[in-house]
């Protein structure tokens, strides 16, 4: 496992992923009732990125670094990214925040005291770090452990609400695969949970099989949502994220923040968004 996130911390997958998440999260916060998180890919929790391994790509330039001048977005667009900023914290002049949260901390900021979170992570040193970032708070427990052996351990949760992040580094050839089945075992268990499922859009073939086994599988309620920020060029270029039970509102809300990103954090030719049911009315 070769894989560290510092490298692309901060760039458009990662905006358009966390954004998406904070609207997930606002949406559970709204009920009284605790929910719980599990995380099954974490990594180190949260990033530096005026580090080497960030200075050497630049690529946050191209992500949270557009965000800094919010002017040319209406307010409900910026009513809709406020949780996710303000997660982010103050961005400098060159629109680099002092540190940039991955999932686990954008999780640990929006979740209530009542509340309460797994946070799984198989690399050694990224292991190491999350359990110091998050080794005192109550609410989150961070196990060493693969992701999808504890998405297969701790779902169903006790709370009986609550969201599954599936954000693997894709080292793996079979890593659609295993992600499809790890959720679908886990969904059978646990059909009402929210199910948020990442992946870079690089094969098409292989995506489009990924999007079948959910209508194969008859899932209930299937949403699909991408982002492109150009049609051509090295590198990822666009990502995706399957949804699995997302909430009533959260198409309408991609379809704006999406509509705002495809703009905003262009890099060519091509860029754009989708928003497709896959499952579902």
């Known amino acids: 496992m070769n894989y560290r996130h510092g490298f692309h911390a901060g760039n458009f997958a990662d905006v358009f992923k966390h954004a998406l998440l904070a ?21 180190e929790g949260a990033y530096d990125l005026a580090a080497d391994e960030a200075e050497r790509t630049g690529e946050w330039a191209g992500g949270v670094g557009r965000l800094a001048d919010l002017s040319c977005a209406d307010d409900e667009t910026r009513a809709l990214l406020a949780p996710y900023l303000g997660c982010v914290g103050a961005l400098g002049a060159n629109g680099r925040p002092a540190l940039y949260p991955g999932s686990p901390l954008i999780a640990a900021r929006l979740m209530r005291e009542q509340d309460r979170a797994i946070f799984c ?6 292991f190491d770090a999350l359990r110091y970032r998050f080794g005192r708070d109550a609410r989150i427990k961070t196990i060493h452990i693969d992701g999808y052996t504890g998405l297969g351990a701790f779902a169903p949760p006790k709370e009986r609400r609550g969201l599954v992040l599936i954000d693997p580094p894709f080292e793996r050839t079979d890593e659609f695969e295993a992600m499809f089945s790890a959720f679908h075992a886990a969904y059978g268990k646990w059909p009402t949970g929210v199910y948020a499922l990442w992946h870079p859009s690089k094969d098409a073939a292989a995506e489009r099989t990924f999007h079948d086994r959910f209508r194969a599988k008859s899932v209930k309620r299937a949403l699909r949502v991408s982002l492109a920020v150009a049609s051509g060029g090295e590198g990822l270029r666009r990502t995706g994220l399957v949804v699995v039970n997302p909430p ?22 091509g860029a754009g968004f989708a928003v497709e049911q896959l499952t579902g009315e």
Request: no cysteine; proline share 4%; glycine share 4%.
């Open 121 to 126: 992570e198989l690399r050694p040193d990224a």
């Open 23 to 43: 609207r997930l999260l606002v949406y559970l916060a709204r009920k009284d009732a605790p929910f719980r998180v599990i995380d099954t890919h974490a990594g």
């Open 248 to 269: 009533f509102v959260f198409e309408e809300e991609a379809r704006k923040i999406l509509a705002f990103f495809s703009a905003r954090l262009a890099q060519g030719e």
